[in-house]
Structure formats: structure tokens, C-alpha cells
């Protein structure tokens, strides 16, 4: 089993392959400086398709390499928090306007229901879930992404996308199994590729949120509030080595590409 953490700048990509050799991809950014895009990423690796495909955030930055991966692989299943319409996402993107990738993911959403035919994937040695506000109850994108909370071998990951302080705190108060999810992760990538209001203090403070291991997907500092690596390195419990050095905190600004690899029982990241 593997997970990949792709260095798609400000942006979002990942890819888990189970023991079986089925594939989870979460969100599809691209990396507009290296030209890094999903599809074009598999199609190289002899792969031609995708069982699922979960897109966390209505943003452009987590589905802009869409149309690169929908033109090189085919698709099993959407995963997505569907109390947003295709409808609602256009709705919700008319006042900035709406890039190619979102653009893509409204026509793909408007012609899928779960995986069509196709029975849900088996994803061996893998726990799934997800979690997410209601529309209307948020009509911000952010406050609508979806968390997605995996089990792989021992080791929990919290993908919560873009979500902000109220909307960890809507979910906290409504559902006991996303509480125990917060409590259970072991490494949390961070809210809106680390930016101030992604922080939920209370998942930390009340709810026993305590990874070994956070990963902050962006680029270089666009903007202040991205500066919270020491916020977070002091939530963090470490890992003894990840390239030769005990770290709290990961980046793909700084690290790149990051890698878990699961043998046997163990784990590794590089």
C-alpha cells in the first residue's frame, strides 16, 4: 500500500493504492511550474484507471488537473459531498467566475451517480469516511468541503480540505464519529494548505487531536496567514526520520513530493 502527497503549489493532490491495486485519488490539482498534472502522472505509471476520484473542495485549485486526468484515465466512482448540486457550484462560483477544473467536475457531477454500474471499490487494508456540511446550512465553499478520514494499516489521515474554524466546530458538535475521527488521526494534513483560518483550535485543545505528523499542501507564502508551521509544529508529536531529520511538520513547498509507504505491518515516509 502507498499514499502520495503531490506538490501541486497552493493546491491539492493525492493518490492512495491499496494492497489490491485499487486507487483512491484525492482532489487533482496540478503544478503549473513543473507542469506536474494527475492524468498525465498515471497514464506514464502504465495506469489507465481510476476507481475513485474525491474531490474535497469546489475550489479550482483542488480540481485543476481534471481535464488532464478525465483525458488519460477513466473514473469508477465520484466522491463528493453531494448536498451540493451542480447547480449550487455554479451558483456558488458566478461572482469570481469558475476555472476549467470546476468547470469539468459540474459536467462530470451532472452525469454520475456514485460509479454508475459499477459496484463501490473494494479498497483492501483501507477504512474510508467522510464527513461534511449540509448546503444550505454553509453556502461557502469552504464550509462545505469534505473531510475525508482514511484507515490505512494503523496509520489515520484527515484530509479536511479548505473547511474553517466553524465549520470543524458544526461538524464537532453534530457527529460523534467525526469527533472520534479527530481524536483517532495520526496525520492531519492541514486545513486550507495551512492558512490561518483553517485552524480549529478546539480539535486540539478539547477534542484530542493529536497527529504525530502534519503535512501542509502550498507553495511559497502568498500571504500572511500562511505562516503557521510553528502553530502547528507545536501540536504535533514527530517522527524520528523523514530524510535523515526528526520533523513536526511537513510542506510541500519545502519537501516536495511526500511518500508513505506501508510493508508489512510498517510504515515509512520519504
Request: net charge negative; aromatic share 10%.
Amino acid at each position: 500500500m502507498q499514499l502520495e502527497i503531490f506538490d501541486v503549489e497552493h493546491g491539492a493532490c493525492a493518490l492512495l493504492t491499496a494492497d489490491n491495486g485499487t486507487r483512491l485519488m484525492i482532489d487533482c490539482g496540478h503544478n503549473a511550474t513543473t507542469g506536474w498534472k494527475p492524468g498525465t502522472y498515471l497514464i506514464n505509471k502504465g495506469i489507465r484507471y481510476l476507481d475513485m476520484l474525491a474531490i474535497t473542495n469546489y475550489d479550482e485549485d483542488h480540481a485543476s488537473g481534471l481535464p488532464n486526468l478525465i483525458a488519460n484515465v477513466d473514473i469508477g466512482w465520484l466522491w463528493r459531498n453531494k448536498s451540493v448540486t451542480p447547480q449550487t457550484i455554479t451558483t456558488l462560483k458566478s461572482e469570481y467566475g469558475m476555472g476549467k477544473g470546476i468547470e469539468t467536475l459540474v459536467n462530470m457531477a451532472s452525469n454520475y451517480c456514485g460509479g454508475g454500474s459499477t459496484a463501490s471499490p473494494d479498497f483492501t487494508g483501507v477504512e474510508r469516511q467522510c464527513f461534511y456540511n449540509n448546503y444550505p446550512s454553509f453556502d461557502d465553499e469552504n464550509n462545505l468541503s469534505m473531510v475525508v478520514f482514511l484507515k490505512c494499516n494503523g496509520i489515520n489521515f484527515l484530509f479536511p480540505g479548505d473547511i474553517e474554524c466553524a465549520g470543524w466546530l458544526k461538524l464537532l458538535q453534530d457527529d460523534p464519529s467525526f469527533r472520534r475521527a479527530v481524536a483517532e488521526t495520526t496525520v492531519l494534513i492541514a486545513s486550507h494548505h495551512g492558512r490561518e483560518n483553517g485552524i480549529c483550535q478546539e480539535i486540539f485543545d478539547v477534542h484530542g487531536c493529536k497527529p504525530q505528523l502534519i503535512i501542509i499542501s502550498d507553495d511559497y507564502h502568498q500571504y500572511n496567514t500562511q505562516k503557521t508551521v510553528n502553530y502547528y509544529a507545536s501540536k504535533a508529536r514527530g517522527i524520528e526520520n523523514f530524510r535523515g531529520y526528526p520533523r513536526t511538520v511537513l510542506t510541500t513547498r519545502k519537501d516536495g513530493d511526500i511518500t508513505f509507504n506501508f510493508n508489512q505491518g510498517s510504515c515509512s515516509v520519504y
